[in-house]
Nanobody, 124 residues
Framework: QLQASGGGLVQPGGSLRLSCAASGRTFSRSTVAWFRQGAGKEREFVVAIRSHGATSSADSVKGRFTIARDNAKNTVYLQMNTLKPEDTAVYYC????????????????????WGQGTQVTVSS
């Protein structure tokens, strides 16, 4: 099971850190990703970290969002800086087996475990 937390209300330009904790799964042997879904929109890929540590990010968040993993705590973090109103969404963490190849990391179908989602609202 995956447990996402850390969402909230933040002003434009602010920062927020999301956490995704796992039970029954070892993140160091998984690819862990964050997806998000805004109101009336489809769920979209945000960022991922592979088991060997390489990361992939959507163009819309490059330079602003960073994903990191703490193996001792079996937790993945999403540090979000310079937040914009268009970042408002429910953020979901997801985990897939091993190190996903580049062509698969973007696809929701590549992940077999999903967290419950945490709301991030960027507004003044």
């Amino acid at each position: 099971q995956l447990q996402a937390s850390g969402g909230g209300l933040v002003q434009p330009g602010g920062s927020l850190r999301l956490s995704c904790a796992a039970s029954g799964r070892t993140f160091s042997r998984s690819t862990v990703a964050w997806f998000r879904q805004g109101a009336g929109k489809e769920r979209e890929f945000v960022v991922a970290i592979r088991s060997h540590g390489a990361t992939s990010s959507a163009d819309s968040v490059k330079g602003r969002f960073t994903i990191a993993r703490d193996n001792a705590k079996n937790t993945v973090y999403l540090q979000m800086n310079t937040l914009k109103p268009e970042d408002t969404a429910v953020y979901y963490c997801a985990a897939g087996r091993g190190s996903l190849i580049s062509s698969s990391v973007w696809s929701q179908a590549s992940y077999d475990d999903w967290g419950q989602g945490t709301q991030v609202t960027v507004s003044s």
